[in-house]
């Protein structure tokens, strides 16, 4: 359980550090645009994982290592391309 | 929340609850098994008309629907305003999206036989949405007024003329009004951003109704899962969880392949280009590109079209069967994958040959082909999965999980796909050696590798669990080994 | 109805089911917040750099020499659609003034008090929205509040509230009689960082012409 409090903890730090970035991304160029989108699925794929935790837990059964990993994946190749963009 | 002292949170919580009654039963709860993304289609489909909706008002302060403006303004808002490019870009994608699901959701019910009783109104009432949505496409196209838009809906409104004569003065005055290009951008838009949106907002209410009087689906062929969760919270957030996948994924692909206008319309450029439709009118567009509806043959062509709508929309009429388990209709279930093969068929076919006729003969070969090799493959497996004796022993599989007909066509997709990759890497290989190497070849050879690798795994995989359900392996396994045993 | 099990189950612990919600707040509230970055959208969106901006001033045609009368002022957009400026040949060297007798000159014509656009008044004649007023050289009247730049030397403010002289458009006549706007001098245009010394704000915040 401890792990998996971590790991919300952690996907939440991660949204709010894109929400905080999307807020000061600056306006029409069209870099900052891509970035935006990128931050922004990070934000959606950190809820998403967030949503799966808490369907799992409340109902008391195993969150599947397997999605969790995905969801990672997913994000590292998001940070990734935000640093290929900028 | 029985006999505890309630936190601060809680309180709160509860404040919001009971002025809001979000924890009111008005919904009725979602049984466990409808935990599943594909129960939830439709609703995601209704999502991506959210954004549709979200993303549409915030462009409508920028456009102006005039055809000396259009082009212009869309250039501002792609250049000048604040996230243009990117919520031009996301009501693009969103926009195939919401038709890519709209068309899943119907494939899915069709094959899990939601439309059969009670719920035959609630497939009709749906697809009309689905003609709405495609209606959707093809007012928005028009739009942004470049050369590959006015063109391809020139096609197409041209076609309102080879229509019945009540009918197409009819249609003609709701899309083109008095003639000419502002009345009918004006109707277009209008139609667009205000008739569709609400047709389709009161379709849906008809629809959730009915599906609330009726419930979710129940699986075939399982044994129910006892178990129903509230809409509040947890639907709630499951549905917002799949939202938020299906988003990232629009986002995804809007990073992947970022969009530019393509040149304005002008009379002289629209000469010179080859008017093609969005991809989800292609497989229209190539039926009416067979030789033998050409000219006066165009009406016959429309008929048939409209027929096929027709035929669509009273399903539910014509499929009465009352089973509604997949290995219980191997007619319709051939059909609906035929149907699914021709579709791609066409529209692949007809992104390969714009502009060109297709004579009568090569079309029948094609298109009879492609229905033919589906329509064997599929009875083959339902043939197959039914002859299969019940092995003693063997570990029974929980309801309709992985039948054997799903596997049949599983491992179909994998020989196939991997056939594809096995081609692909030797071509892209070849081309390698003889012209040297170059993104997209290099690329091609990475992805038909790639491919390969998932084609083994996922063959390994199927062997695997074909093995767990069937012992149909082991038996096969320890007979050769009797063979051989006995050989020596 | 029959009996229905409902889910989760109780047995999950109260500050478990807790945190759990209060997680799931808070991961939605700052979704809602990322989407709601969109609404700078709605914002003005004219205030930014990008791509398609040029730096530099467009060469334009805007007058042929023969064509001009005396005291007849032409209107012209320069260097943006939404810029008018008014040029005029007056019969008098001008500051700055181009062609053969170095009279003509050309201003913008949004005044740089509130941005209404005025008139050329030639030297004895008087404004038709105030007759009161009588030009005793060519000048620009503006008829909202009574800003009088004078034209003969680069529309410096004569009376009136304009804070400002009249930004001037450069000029240049080349040997077929042709005249060609080249640049602007400070200070920059109406409602385009109004007032400023940097000119280059004249280049933004509309389309250029041709």
Not at chain 2, 313 to 336: K, N, W
Not at chain 2, 398 to 414: D, P
Not at chain 3, 103 to 111: F, K, M, P, T, W
């Amino acid at each position: 359980m401890e792990l998996n409090k971590l790991l919300l903890c952690l996907f939440l730090c991660l949204q709010g550090i894109s929400t905080i970035v999307l807020w000061s991304l600056s306006s029409t160029d069209v870099a900052s645009q891509a970035k935006f989108t990128i931050f922004l699925a990070v934000d959606l794929l950190c809820f998403a994982m967030v949503a799966y935790s808490y369907r799992k837990l409340s109902w008391g059964l195993l969150i599947n290592p397997a999605w969790i990993l995905v969801g990672s994946f997913g994000l590292v190749v998001l940070f990734l391309s935000a640093i290929f963009f900028s | 929340m029985t006999g505890d002292s309630p936190s601060k949170t809680g309180r709160l919580a509860e404040w919001f609850d009971r002025r809001l009654g979000l924890s009111y039963p008005l919904l009725r709860p979602v049984p466990a098994y409808a935990i599943n993304p594909f129960y939830w289609l439709g609703a995601l489909a209704v999502v991506a008309f959210l954004i549709q909706g979200i993303t549409g008002v915030i462009m409508m302060l920028y456009y102006l629907p005039s055809p000396t403006a259009a082009y212009a303004s869309t250039e501002y808002i792609f250049d000048r305003v604040y996230y243009g490019r990117f919520l031009e870009t996301v009501h693009l994608y969103t926009a195939y999206a919401m038709i890519m699901l709209a068309f899943m959701h119907m494939m899915r019910d069709y094959f899990v036989s939601a439309h059969k009783k009670p719920r035959e109104v609630m497939w009709i009432v749906g697809m009309v949405m689905g003609f709405v949505t495609l209606g959707f496409g093809f007012t928005g196209y028009l739009l942004p007024w470049t050369v590959v838009s006015k063109s391809a809906t020139d096609v197409g409104v041209g076609m309102i003329d080879a229509l019945p004569a009540g009918f197409s003065s009819f249609v003609s005055f709701l899309v083109v009004g008095a003639g000419g290009d502002a009345a009918e951008l004006l109707r277009f838009y209008d139609l667009h951003v205000v008739v569709l949106p609400a047709v389709l907002l009161a379709l849906l209410t008809v629809k959730l109704y009915m599906l609330e009087v009726h419930g979710i689906s129940e699986p075939t062929g399982s044994e129910r899962a006892a178990g129903q969760i509230a809409i509040f919270p947890d639907v709630t957030i499951y549905l917002m969880e799949l939202a938020a996948i299906f988003g990232t994924t629009v986002l995804l692909i809007s990073m992947l392949f970022p969009l530019s206008l393509p040149a304005p319309y002008t009379p002289a450029l629209a000469a010179q280009s080859i008017p093609q439709p969005d991809w989800y009118f292609l497989w229209i567009y190539q039926i009416l590109k067979i030789s033998i509806f050409e000219g006066p043959g165009l009406p016959v062509a429309l008929s048939a079209v409209t027929l096929i709508f027709i035929l669509l929309i009273l399903l539910p009429f014509i499929d009465r069967g009352a089973s509604r388990a997949i290995p219980e209709r191997p007619i319709f279930v051939t059909l609906g994958l035929v149907f699914i093969g021709e579709i791609i068929m066409l529209a692949l076919w007809g992104l390969m040959t714009p502009g060109q006729i297709i004579p009568l003969g090569q079309a029948v070969l094609v298109l009879g082909g492609t229905a033919l090799v589906i329509g064997v493959i599929s009875l083959l497996a339902f043939r197959l999965s039914a002859r299969r004796p019940e092995t003693v022993g063997s570990p029974k599989i929980t309801g309709g999980k992985l039948n054997a007909f799903v596997m049949t066509a599983a491992f179909a997709i994998v020989v196939s796909t991997g056939g594809l990759a096995i081609g692909s890497c030797l071509s892209s290989f070849v081309y390698i050696i003889l012209n040297g190497e170059d993104l997209v070849s290099v690329a091609t050879l990475g992805v038909a590798l790639s491919a390969l690798a998932v084609t083994i795994i996922a063959s390994i995989f199927l062997l695997y669990i074909s093995e767990r359900t069937t012992g149909r392996l082991r038996r096969r396994l320890t007979l050769f080994e009797r063979i051989v045993r006995s050989w020596n | 109805m029959e009996s229905e099990k409902k889910l989760p189950p109780s047995k999950e612990s109260k500050p478990r089911r807790n945190f759990l919600k209060i997680v799931i707040s808070a991961s939605t509230l700052l979704i809602v917040g990322g989407i709601a970055a969109l609404t700078k959208s709605i914002t003005s969106p004219q205030t930014s750099q990008n791509q398609s901006v040029s730096l530099t001033f467009p060469r334009v045609k805007v007058a042929q020499l023969s064509d001009l009368q005396m005291n007849q002022p032409l209107l012209f957009n320069y260097p943006l659609d939404n810029e008018p400026n008014v040029l005029v040949k007056l019969g008098q060297r001008a500051d700055a003034g181009v062609g053969p007798d170095g009279d003509i000159v050309a201003y913008s014509a949004l005044c740089q008090h509130l941005g209404c656009v005025y008139g050329f008044q030639a030297g004895g004649t008087s404004p038709k929205c105030n007759s009161g007023y009588q030009a005793t050289s060519p000048v620009g009247y503006c008829c909202c509040h009574g800003s009088v730049f004078d034209f003969l030397h680069k529309a410096q403010v004569i009376s009136g509230p304009s804070p400002r002289p009249q930004p001037q458009v450069i000029l240049e006549i080349d040997s077929s009689g042709d005249i060609y706007a080249v640049g602007m001098t400070p200070p920059s245009i109406f409602g385009h960082s109004t007032g400023s010394s940097d000119v280059s704000s004249d280049l933004q915040g509309g389309n250029p012409v041709a």
